[in-house]
């Protein structure tokens, strides 16, 4: 194994074996297991820089067999290049600062070493993704990764939704990753290996590859929340926030993408399959940045924000650039998990999760806002921040396709990838303009929480995860550094396209500044200054009402969640309890009915032979005749 | 005799041994003489472990193979003339298919053992318990071990009055019933393997498993008669959808160790036999009902998963769960391929360490909760958190978590589906796929119904300790259940061989 290939093989390692002694301590030991936890991490983030300095660009693998199963090998092999490291740097970096966050976040909990060491072994699952050379030990880092996103969600036991949250998530990036499974079966199985570099090798009948990409969709729509499987999302902000900010940036969510790029070869041989994707892709974007408009949970604002994020991403991959949707995954990585610990700061403040409970806090709290304000603006694109030159990657690669038939989907895709995209950036803006004033400017409405009328339609009012104490303020040291560490990528990431050695990591285009940047731009200051406008007439109100008719359709993600529950949950439930009736009455009945009528027709039996003396003296005698007559019968014609 | 002969002997004698000196063993020294069965057992799975040592053909050292062996190659063989005048032969051996399963089966003897020397169930007698057990693992090793058909149907048939004592002594409620179902339904199904032994024994004049394997001798007729009765009889035991309504009411009704005993091990008798007798000795029947034997084996996965959706019983939940599990291993075997056996065997062994472990606890939370209906437990985890840490790890490796010792089972088996092809088979391997997904929904039911949310009254009297002898009986299982997720090798290091050598048979 050369020097690259051994931290390839650490990165996930070393998490994963601090997290099984963090979860042997005692619940109580903070001390101990902040150490591992925060050790982890760290270790993590310098072997990904580490990595970052010594892998060759066009990329290392090593491999040994882990078990053969009757002639298909499965091996433990790490497969490294530039980009696997610069995600698993954005990795161990949100990692790192979600872990010393929660010591602060978590001050009060009585089970802070299990959580601890959960968020280790999450890194870790991530970490193999990211590393992964062969199809099952991705398959394994993706499924770990959803049981420590369950286990994380359902932390919390003074929430009650977080139980039924955390098995949504779960089970509903389960049935897509029964797809992803299959997906993966095809691919093995036609390959004769499931490492990545045979899989990619091997030459595929075209409807097999066709057959095999979209099982793999399936799969990495549950993941990275892409309609109609992004259900799970928003529910998921029952879990502390921290997890929030761990689940959208770095892991869970970003898998999917980042398995989509890790195959992408595949894809591009795959026109139907990137065409599927573009849709999903597009009605994705839409549907969150809708979503985004009419929550007045400020997490949930986030957490749909991140299904349209999500979409721009799934829509670069779909239009045939890998590159553009990794660079914005990378972005999105600072200014997500920035977004969601500043939340958590202003929560912890307020005790409440509630925009409506909020407003006016820019004065109590400036770095909190200053911070918020920088990770909003990466979201919707202000120039020069991150989010403004990533998501510009990707507008550009759709505008290629669209216009230049550039890339191997269809031209269609590229038009409606960028026309919702176009869409998207208008949207964002509203939204994340709307998410800043209703939060840190005009009056305080701290006394008026919680029960206000608006709050009725949204999101049940949840209990407040923190009391606070005395008025709100900035929060301390640990959870103020880490929203500070993020706010510098967020701002300043995007200017690496400018770094040549940043931009072949990735295989980026350089930068595109033409003509067609205006029309973003245009559409941001539209979507902002229509919020500015709406909550400039009346700061107190919800530019929200502006949406009219439209705000419960958006506020409940167009009951989504509703037809999800009846097309798939009760149905479900209902087929278990008919299968246990019938388990009971026919299959298990007919067993029952035996035994019962065997016992029966021995009791008649016996009945039959319990009789009287002249009766049973007739019988036998009747009998002796009968024998005699038969005796005489057969001994005759003897 | 080579010590790898005495060894073997040694496995079926030391518990035989033990079981006969705790009978004759004073009443009032019950505790003493619980812990000298643990003893017995603690020697034999000593023993047990030992057997692959000085085989040739096993993981230590690998000899390459004669082409047109015979499909049966044992480690260590003993071959002793037992009844000359039947032409009944006591003929043992090991090899990599019966290596695990024996280990296990004296492993989790061991941890009965050791945990009714700690806690006796009502109504005492714990020294009875623990020779039974010793009995029921003399019934089960052998069966794994015998290579001869007469000595097999004699060993499957040892295990069932024991176990039926078991259960009709210190099982629940409503004992009697489900102690007699059990004996009477599997009874039936011992008839239709009696029936199958001696059409094979008649037909080929030899009774011999190493001579029989491949089927060379039967004709075909003989050889559907001989599947079709063998494959019925072992998935009784096994038990196969539709006819595994014994099993719920047999493993809800006994006491822990004893559906320890029947989840962990007693079920691994019927795909054991299913795989060495009935596809070794009948493979053109084998090929003939393959179709039918998969299509039950996808229906149980689903229906099993199903009625454990609607279950309000924790154990009975975790009974029906085991229909599930053993369909993918029953499909494993359907596809008559390597990949497919292989991953019935190791979905076997995953499926008694993680089950067996999962009854364990579900054992430990009655006890202490004295009710087992989910509608009554909740909240587990304010209460009893390593008790609840340790049930989500149980359910979690039993979902099918890849990197848990539950995943190779599942996927392979649909793996090897896919592998076969055509639309029958790939319809099979994405129903069974989808009966993953189930699996996951009814186990994180049950976690959110017995762990999460506020205790009900039931779990919230409880003290969060474990007892000392708790952890040691489940420490071993939950390692195990990670160490073979991580290093599948543990278990299919041994069997690669035999597998493709009983597959170069039944060609």
């Given at each position: 194994m050369t020097g690259a290939q051994t931290l390839g093989a650490l990165l996930p390692a070393v998490p994963f074996g601090l997290a099984l002694v963090g979860l042997l301590l005692p619940q109580r030991s903070r001390a101990v297991a902040a150490g591992l936890g925060i050790g982890g991490a760290a270790v993590a983030l310098v072997c990904a820089v580490a990595l970052a300095v010594t892998v060759d660009h066009g990329g290392t693998e090593s491999a040994a067999e882990w078990i053969d199963f009757g002639g298909l090998s499965v091996t433990l092999s790490v497969r490294l290049d530039p980009a696997t490291a610069l995600v698993a740097i954005a990795v161990a970096v949100v990692a790192l600062a979600v872990q010393v966050y929660s010591v602060g976040y978590l001050h009060d909990d009585d089970r802070y070493a299990p959580y601890a060491a959960q968020i280790s072994l999450f890194t870790a699952?991530?970490?193999?993704?990211?590393?992964?050379?062969?199809?099952?030990?991705?398959?394994?880092?993706?499924?770990?990764?959803?049981?420590?996103?369950?286990?994380?969600?359902?932390?919390?036991?003074?929430?009650?939704?977080?139980?039924?949250?955390?098995?949504?998530?779960?089970?509903?990036?389960?049935?897509?990753?029964?797809?992803?499974?299959?997906?993966?079966?095809?691919?093995?199985?036609?390959?004769?290996?499931?490492?990545?570099?045979?899989?990619?090798?091997?030459?595929?009948?075209?409807?097999?590859?066709?057959?095999?990409?979209?099982?793999?969709?399936?799969?990495?729509?549950?993941?990275?929340?892409?309609?109609?499987?992004?259900?799970?999302?928003?529910?998921?902000?029952?879990?502390?926030?921290?997890?929030?900010?761990?689940?959208?940036?770095?892991?869970?969510?970003?898998?999917?993408?980042?398995?989509?790029?890790?195959?992408?070869?595949?894809?591009?041989?795959?026109?139907?399959?990137l065409a599927v994707l573009g849709v999903m892709a597009a009605v994705t974007l839409l549907l969150g940045a809708l979503a985004a408009t009419a929550q007045d949970d400020i997490k949930r604002v986030l957490a749909w924000s991140t299904v349209s994020q999500l979409g721009y991403m799934a829509g670069a991959?779909?239009?045939?650039?890998?590159?553009?949707?990794?660079?914005?995954?990378?972005?999105?990585?600072?200014?997500?998990?920035?977004?969601?610990?500043?939340?958590?700061?202003?929560?912890?403040?307020?005790?409440?999760?509630?925009?409506?409970?909020?407003?006016?806090?820019?004065?109590?709290?400036?770095?909190?806002?200053?911070?918020?304000?920088?990770?909003?603006?990466?979201?919707?694109?202000?120039?020069?921040?991150?989010?403004?030159?990533?998501?510009?990657?990707?507008?550009?690669?759709?505008?290629?396709?669209?216009?230049?038939?550039?890339?191997?989907?269809?031209?269609?895709?590229?038009?409606?990838?960028?026309?919702?995209?176009?869409?998207?950036?208008?949207?964002?803006?509203?939204?994340?303009?709307?998410?800043?004033?209703?939060?840190?400017?005009?009056?305080?409405?701290?006394?008026?929480?919680?029960?206000?009328?608006?709050?009725?339609?949204?999101?049940?009012?949840?209990?407040?995860?923190?009391?606070?104490?005395?008025?709100?303020?900035?929060?301390?040291?640990?959870?103020?550094?880490?929203?500070?560490?993020?706010t510098v990528p967020s701002a300043a990431l995007g200017f690496a396209v400018f770094v040549p050695p940043f931009r072949s990591a990735l295989a980026l285009d350089e930068a595109h500044l033409d003509a067609f940047l205006i029309i973003p731009v245009a559409l941001l200051l539209l979507g902002a200054g229509l919020a500015w406008w709406r909550w400039r007439a009346d700061p107190a109100a919800d530019p929200a009402t502006g949406l009219g008719p439209l705000r419960p359709a958006f506020a409940r993600a167009f009951w989504l969640d509703e037809v999800q529950h009846a097309l798939v949950v009760r149905p479900v439930r209902a087929l278990g309890r008919l299968a246990r009736r019938i388990d009971e009455t026919v299959v298990d009945g007919a067993v029952e009915g035996t035994g019962r009528s065997t016992a029966g027709l021995g009791g008649g039996l016996d009945l039959l032979h319990r009789a009287g003396v002249p009766r049973a003296v007739a019988a036998v005698l009747a009998g002796a005749l009968l024998l005699g007559i038969a005796a005489v019968a057969l001994g005759g014609s003897a | 005799m080579s010590l790898g002969r005495v060894g073997l002997v040694a496995v079926l004698a030391l518990?035989?041994?033990?079981?006969?000196?705790?009978?004759?063993?004073?009443?009032?020294?019950?505790?003493?003489?619980?812990?000298?069965?643990?003893?017995?057992?603690?020697?034999?799975?000593?023993?047990?472990?030992?057997?692959?040592?000085?085989?040739?053909?096993?993981?230590?050292?690998?000899?390459?193979?004669?082409?047109?062996?015979?499909?049966?190659?044992?480690?260590?063989?003993?071959?002793?003339?037992?009844?000359?005048?039947?032409?009944?032969?006591?003929?043992?051996?090991?090899?990599?298919?019966?290596?695990?399963?024996?280990?296990?089966?004296?492993?989790?003897?061991?941890?009965?053992?050791?945990?009714?020397?700690?806690?006796?169930?009502?109504?005492?007698?714990?020294?009875?318990?623990?020779?039974?057990?010793?009995?029921?693992?003399?019934?089960?090793?052998?069966?794994?071990?015998?290579?001869?058909?007469?000595?097999?149907?004699?060993?499957?048939?040892?295990?069932?009055?024991?176990?039926?004592?078991?259960?009709?002594?210190?099982?629940?409620?409503?004992?009697?019933?489900?102690?007699?179902?059990?004996?009477?339904?599997?009874?039936?199904?011992?008839?239709?393997?009696?029936?199958?032994?001696?059409?094979?024994?008649?037909?080929?004049?030899?009774?011999?498993?190493?001579?029989?394997?491949?089927?060379?001798?039967?004709?075909?007729?003989?050889?559907?008669?001989?599947?079709?009765?063998?494959?019925?009889?072992?998935?009784?035991?096994?038990?196969?959808?539709?006819?595994?309504?014994?099993?719920?009411?047999?493993?809800?009704?006994?006491?822990?160790?004893?559906?320890?005993?029947?989840?962990?091990?007693?079920?691994?008798?019927?795909?054991?036999?299913?795989?060495?007798?009935?596809?070794?000795?009948?493979?053109?029947?084998?090929?003939?009902a393959a179709p039918v034997l998969g299509t039950l084996a996808v229906a149980a996965i689903i229906v099993g998963s199903l009625v454990c959706l609607a279950q309000s019983e924790l154990k009975r939940l975790i009974a029906y769960s085991s229909v599930g599990h053993m369909g993918f291993v029953l499909l494993g075997v359907a596809t008559l391929t390597a990949t497919g056996i292989q991953a019935a065997l190791i979905g076997n062994i995953a499926h008694g360490v993680i089950t067996g472990l999962l009854f364990f606890l579900a054992g430990a939370i009655k006890d202490r909760a004295h009710t087992g209906a989910l509608a009554e437990l909740g909240g587990l985890r304010e209460s009893t958190p390593r008790l609840a840490g340790l049930l989500g790890f149980a359910a979690i490796a039993s979902l099918g978590l890849p990197g848990l010792a539950g995943f190779w089972g599942e996927a392979f088996a649909v793996v090897a589906a896919w592998r076969v092809g055509g639309p029958f088979w790939t319809t099979l391997a994405v129903l069974a796929a989808l009966g993953g997904a189930l699996t996951a929904a009814y186990l994180l039911r049950l976690l959110r119904r017995v762990t999460h949310g506020p205790a009900t009254p039931a779990v919230l009297t409880l003290t969060p300790g474990l007892a000392g002898a708790e952890l040691a009986a489940w420490g071993p299982l939950v390692l195990l259940a990670l160490a073979i997720g991580l290093a599948p090798t543990l278990v299919l290091g041994y069997a690669e061989v035999p597998v493709e050598a009983l597959l170069e048979a039944i060609r």
């Amino acid at each position: 194994m050369t020097g690259a290939q051994t931290l390839g093989a650490l990165l996930p390692a070393v998490p994963f074996g601090l997290a099984l002694v963090g979860l042997l301590l005692p619940q109580r030991s903070r001390a101990v297991a902040a150490g591992l936890g925060i050790g982890g991490a760290a270790v993590a983030l310098v072997c990904a820089v580490a990595l970052a300095v010594t892998v060759d660009h066009g990329g290392t693998e090593s491999a040994a067999e882990w078990i053969d199963f009757g002639g298909l090998s499965v091996t433990l092999s790490v497969r490294l290049d530039p980009a696997t490291a610069l995600v698993a740097i954005a990795v161990a970096v949100v990692a790192l600062a979600v872990q010393v966050y929660s010591v602060g976040y978590l001050h009060d909990d009585d089970r802070y070493a299990p959580y601890a060491a959960q968020i280790s072994l999450f890194t870790a699952a991530m970490l193999l993704v990211v590393v992964a050379g062969d199809l099952i030990m991705l398959l394994v880092g993706w499924e770990v990764m959803g049981i420590c996103s369950y286990l994380l969600i359902g932390h919390d036991r003074r929430l009650p939704e977080a139980p039924a949250a955390a098995v949504k998530a779960f089970l509903v990036t389960r049935v897509g990753d029964v797809g992803f499974l299959l997906g993966i079966v095809v691919l093995g199985v036609s390959a004769g290996s499931f490492r990545i570099s045979d899989v990619l090798a091997h030459d595929f009948s075209p409807g097999t590859l066709t057959a095999a990409c979209l099982l793999l969709l399936a799969g990495v729509a549950g993941k990275s929340a892409q309609f109609p499987l992004h259900t799970w999302l928003p529910d998921a902000m029952a879990g502390p926030t921290p997890i929030s900010a761990l689940i959208h940036a770095a892991t869970m969510v970003a898998a999917g993408i980042y398995a989509v790029t890790r195959l992408f070869p595949l894809f591009e041989r795959a026109p139907a399959a990137l065409a599927v994707l573009g849709v999903m892709a597009a009605v994705t974007l839409l549907l969150g940045a809708l979503a985004a408009t009419a929550q007045d949970d400020i997490k949930r604002v986030l957490a749909w924000s991140t299904v349209s994020q999500l979409g721009y991403m799934a829509g670069a991959l779909a239009v045939g650039s890998p590159p553009a949707a990794l660079f914005h995954l990378l972005s999105h990585a600072a200014f997500k998990a920035l977004l969601f610990l500043a939340a958590g700061a202003v929560i912890h403040a307020v005790g409440s999760n509630l925009m409506s409970a909020m407003g006016g806090l820019r004065r109590p709290m400036p770095v909190t806002f200053w911070c918020t304000a920088i990770g909003l603006g990466a979201l919707a694109g202000v120039p020069p921040l991150a989010g403004f030159w990533s998501k510009d990657g990707i507008l550009v690669v759709a505008e290629q396709a669209a216009r230049h038939h550039a890339g191997p989907a269809p031209a269609w895709v590229g038009w409606l990838v960028w026309i919702a995209g176009l869409v998207g950036v208008g949207l964002t803006a509203w939204y994340a303009a709307r998410l800043l004033l209703r939060t840190f400017l005009g009056p305080s409405r701290a006394q008026t929480h919680p029960m206000d009328a608006s709050a009725g339609i949204d999101a049940p009012a949840t209990a407040p995860a923190h009391t606070p104490v005395g008025p709100p303020h900035d929060p301390p040291g640990l959870l103020r550094w880490p929203v500070l560490l993020l706010t510098v990528p967020s701002a300043a990431l995007g200017f690496a396209v400018f770094v040549p050695p940043f931009r072949s990591a990735l295989a980026l285009d350089e930068a595109h500044l033409d003509a067609f940047l205006i029309i973003p731009v245009a559409l941001l200051l539209l979507g902002a200054g229509l919020a500015w406008w709406r909550w400039r007439a009346d700061p107190a109100a919800d530019p929200a009402t502006g949406l009219g008719p439209l705000r419960p359709a958006f506020a409940r993600a167009f009951w989504l969640d509703e037809v999800q529950h009846a097309l798939v949950v009760r149905p479900v439930r209902a087929l278990g309890r008919l299968a246990r009736r019938i388990d009971e009455t026919v299959v298990d009945g007919a067993v029952e009915g035996t035994g019962r009528s065997t016992a029966g027709l021995g009791g008649g039996l016996d009945l039959l032979h319990r009789a009287g003396v002249p009766r049973a003296v007739a019988a036998v005698l009747a009998g002796a005749l009968l024998l005699g007559i038969a005796a005489v019968a057969l001994g005759g014609s003897a | 005799m080579s010590l790898g002969r005495v060894g073997l002997v040694a496995v079926l004698a030391l518990p035989a041994l033990g079981a006969a000196v705790l009978a004759v063993l004073p009443h009032r020294i019950d505790r003493a003489a619980r812990i000298t069965g643990t003893a017995f057992a603690a020697a034999a799975f000593v023993l047990s472990v030992l057997l692959a040592l000085g085989g040739d053909d096993n993981w230590f050292g690998y000899r390459p193979r004669t082409a047109g062996g015979p499909g049966v190659r044992p480690w260590h063989e003993l071959d002793l003339t037992w009844v000359p005048g039947l032409d009944l032969r006591f003929h043992l051996g090991v090899d990599g298919v019966s290596y695990p399963l024996v280990v296990l089966t004296a492993l989790l003897t061991l941890l009965c053992c050791a945990y009714t020397a700690w806690r006796v169930p009502a109504p005492g007698r714990g020294r009875t318990l623990v020779a039974l057990l010793l009995v029921v693992e003399v019934g089960i090793v052998g069966t794994f071990l015998a290579l001869d058909l007469v000595l097999f149907f004699l060993f499957f048939e040892v295990v069932l009055l024991p176990m039926y004592a078991i259960i009709a002594i210190w099982g629940g409620e409503d004992r009697q019933h489900a102690a007699r179902k059990f004996a009477l339904y599997t009874l039936f199904g011992s008839v239709l393997l009696l029936v199958g032994v001696f059409t094979v024994v008649t037909a080929a004049g030899t009774a011999d498993l190493v001579d029989l394997t491949g089927g060379g001798e039967l004709s075909r007729g003989t050889q559907l008669a001989a599947f079709s009765l063998l494959a019925i009889a072992f998935a009784v035991k096994s038990p196969l959808w539709p006819l595994h309504s014994w099993l719920p009411d047999a493993h809800t009704q006994a006491p822990t160790v004893g559906s320890v005993i029947l989840a962990g091990v007693l079920l691994k008798m019927g795909t054991y036999g299913l795989i060495r007798v009935a596809v070794g000795v009948a493979p053109e029947g084998a090929r003939w009902a393959a179709p039918v034997l998969g299509t039950l084996a996808v229906a149980a996965i689903i229906v099993g998963s199903l009625v454990c959706l609607a279950q309000s019983e924790l154990k009975r939940l975790i009974a029906y769960s085991s229909v599930g599990h053993m369909g993918f291993v029953l499909l494993g075997v359907a596809t008559l391929t390597a990949t497919g056996i292989q991953a019935a065997l190791i979905g076997n062994i995953a499926h008694g360490v993680i089950t067996g472990l999962l009854f364990f606890l579900a054992g430990a939370i009655k006890d202490r909760a004295h009710t087992g209906a989910l509608a009554e437990l909740g909240g587990l985890r304010e209460s009893t958190p390593r008790l609840a840490g340790l049930l989500g790890f149980a359910a979690i490796a039993s979902l099918g978590l890849p990197g848990l010792a539950g995943f190779w089972g599942e996927a392979f088996a649909v793996v090897a589906a896919w592998r076969v092809g055509g639309p029958f088979w790939t319809t099979l391997a994405v129903l069974a796929a989808l009966g993953g997904a189930l699996t996951a929904a009814y186990l994180l039911r049950l976690l959110r119904r017995v762990t999460h949310g506020p205790a009900t009254p039931a779990v919230l009297t409880l003290t969060p300790g474990l007892a000392g002898a708790e952890l040691a009986a489940w420490g071993p299982l939950v390692l195990l259940a990670l160490a073979i997720g991580l290093a599948p090798t543990l278990v299919l290091g041994y069997a690669e061989v035999p597998v493709e050598a009983l597959l170069e048979a039944i060609r």
